[in-house]
Structure formats: C-alpha cells, structure tokens
C-alpha cells in the first residue's frame, strides 16, 4: 500500500510497498479516506528532541483521518464494513491511576498513532474497535480528517464556558484558529487574537473580516517592542484583565503574557507544549495573589470531546471551511513544506476515491 513512512529521525519517505496491516482481535482495519497534517509531524520531520525518544521508527506517520471500515480482526464485534469513522487515536491503558478515575485522555501509558504506533498517513491504519468514532454521513471527508486538532480546540475554548466571557487566544496556528471560532461560535463577549508571526497575524485580520466581527475580535502582534503594548492594551480594554486566556502558542513569552492578562479569580487555559524549561515571572502577582484556576489540557476528553465536536457539527459550525488546502498523498512534501512555510493554515492528504465520497455523502 502507499504511505508515508518515517525511516530515521528527522527522515521520511513515501512507498507504495508498505504491507497492509492485519487487524488482530479488538481491531479495526480502516480504509483511510484522508489524513491531516500536523504540528507534531513538522516536529517528527524536524527531528526535535523532545518527541524523539517517542519514536518507535520506522514507522507510519500520521494521527488525524477519516475513513471506511474495512475488516474486523477475528472474534471481534464493530460497525460494519463501509461505516464511516474517525477513531481516537491515543491508546489507554485502562490501568493506571487516571484511566481508572475515568481520564483516559490522560493516561500515563499512552501510546500514539503516528508516534510509536504505526499512523494514518497510508492506504489503511489499524485501530481498536473501542477507539472508533461513527461519524454523520453528511460530514464532508475534509472535515472528518480534521476532528482529531478540532478535538483539542474544543477541549481547549470549552474547558470554561466561554459564553459572554472576555477571552485571549495566544498562538494563532492551526489550533489556536479553530479555538477562536469555536469561542466565537459559542458566545464569547470578546477576543483578543495575539501571535508574533507576520503571517499568523495576516490571516487572523482576514479571518476577522470575512467573518465580519471587528466588534469582537481585536488582533494583536506581540513581536518585539510591541509586547508590552499589547499586555496594557488588553488589560485596559478588559478592564483589568480577561475572564479566561487560552495559552496555545507554548512559548515562554506567550505564558508569562497570559498570567499577566488574565484577570483575578480568572481561568488560564494552557494546551500549548514548551520545547524547553520555562521561566515563570512575578510567580507571586500574576497567580498567587490574584488566585487564578490553572487548567492543563492534554488531548481530547474520551469520549466526551467527540461528542461535542458532532453536536457542533449538527448546529451548523464549519468544519471543512477550516482546511485550506488538500493534496493527494503522493505530494506530502510539498504539502508539509507549504505548511511548515506558513503558505496553508490546515492541510489534508487525500487519497484516491474520496471526491465520489463526498458527493455521495455516504
């Protein structure tokens, strides 16, 4: 089968020779329809440190998709050949202290697809029947590749009930986007948008027009000298600071800003993974003294996370309308580099029959 296949650190390669996996009992084998790329795949391709010691290479890229079910492994009950599924694709334990409190988003033993799992960027991935998600035949094939990101947005915006809330979303990459029209979508009051990226900004200010809501999202650089204008221009505008910030970019400047914005006795909400050691500044002010609720978001809540991101689906929020670009598998190069460049905000791989799909809906 054809796929994408990590072969050493840093190094991938496409082949059409990969063997086609054999679901064993408790499996799902799923013909995939489509495949997101990932910020953690540009990690995987940069070789960065922090994820390489993951790595069970070589190995199958990818962890966002949709598809088909395939086969079944023996003595194993599922849906039916042909449905229509996305699947989590963290596997628990089901053993340790947080599996057995019911978090199994947050097991201690977790293995990934697409990491130390073979994952999803192939003609088919093999997953456990307890793992899938039956998705609406009316979901396009783009927008069922993208539930697995979404999935951390909406744990992210939703963790505090953004509606009527004053809101800071820092890190406008793919993530950070779709939380802003999840909060948007949900009622937030106001947003504020910060990144440090020219062309992060830039798509934010066109997002906020072809949305029409200037009203309600202001979009702000915290590049260089304008940090600090940013960081009093919030807390003016909020009135000393915002109910809830949304800390997505991980960068050590980006959560020291976010303690000093959100407000006392407010929520800060950090999805956004630090490549290194961060320094905390004025520990003291910024979260003991103004006794803030510290939330950590690690993935998508099982199964509850899926089932909100559907209801969201059946109340008419865009997902497709959040991919900007889609390729077949067979250019992942120039897809990723289009990414890594900043030139597409979400990319899909598509692979081959899934145009009738979409138009048959099912």
């Not at 000298?225 to 600071?241: H, M, N, V, Y």
């Not at 889609?326 to 460049?341: K, M, S, V, W």
């Amino acid at each position: 089968m054809k796929g994408i296949e990590v072969y050493d650190i840093g190094k991938w390669r496409f082949r059409e020779d990969l063997e086609v996996p054999e679901p064993q009992k408790g499996e799902a084998r799923i013909k995939v329809l489509a495949a997101g790329i990932c910020g953690t795949d540009i990690h995987i391709n940069n070789g960065d440190p922090s994820l390489t010691h993951l790595l069970r290479i070589p190995f199958i890229l990818g962890h966002e998709f949709c598809g088909l079910v395939d086969r079944l492994g023996p003595e194993t009950e599922g849906p039916e050949t042909g449905t229509y599924v996305s699947a989590e694709m963290h596997e628990w334990c089901g053993d340790c202290p947080a599996c057995l409190s019911g978090a199994f988003h947050a097991c201690q033993n977790t293995k990934i697809h697409g990491l130390n799992l073979d994952g999803c960027f192939a003609e088919y991935v093999v997953v456990p029947v307890r793992n899938l998600v039956l998705l609406p035949k009316d979901l396009p094939v783009k927008a069922g590749a993208i539930l697995d990101p979404l999935g951390n947005a909406v744990h992210t915006a939703l963790k505090v009930p953004p509606k009527d809330k004053n809101v800071a979303v820092i890190g406008y990459g793919p993530i950070g986007a779709m939380s802003v029209e999840v909060l948007l979508f949900e009622g937030a009051k106001n947003i504020w948008i910060t990144d440090v990226n020219p062309k992060a900004l830039e798509r934010a200010r066109s997002w906020v027009q072809k949305k029409g809501c200037q009203d309600r999202v202001r979009v702000l650089s915290t590049a260089g000298t304008e940090r600090e204008k940013t960081i009093q221009s919030i807390l003016e505008d909020s009135q000393g600071g915002v109910d809830v910030v949304l800390e997505i970019s991980g960068h050590p400047n980006g959560i020291n800003d976010g303690l000093k914005i959100v407000r006392a006795a407010g929520d800060y909400v950090q999805l956004g993974l630090p490549s290194g050691e961060v320094t905390i500044h004025d520990f003291g002010p910024n979260i003991v003294f103004k006794g803030i609720r510290i939330h950590a978001i690690i993935g998508r809540e099982v199964f509850a996370t899926w089932e909100k991101m559907l209801e969201l689906h059946q109340r008419g929020f865009d997902i497709a309308g959040m991919v900007t670009g889609e390729y077949p598998i067979e250019e992942f190069g120039t897809a990723l580099n289009r990414f890594i460049e900043g030139e597409e905000q979400k990319v899909v791989l598509r692979m081959s029959g899934t145009e009738e799909r979409d138009s048959k809906k099912g």
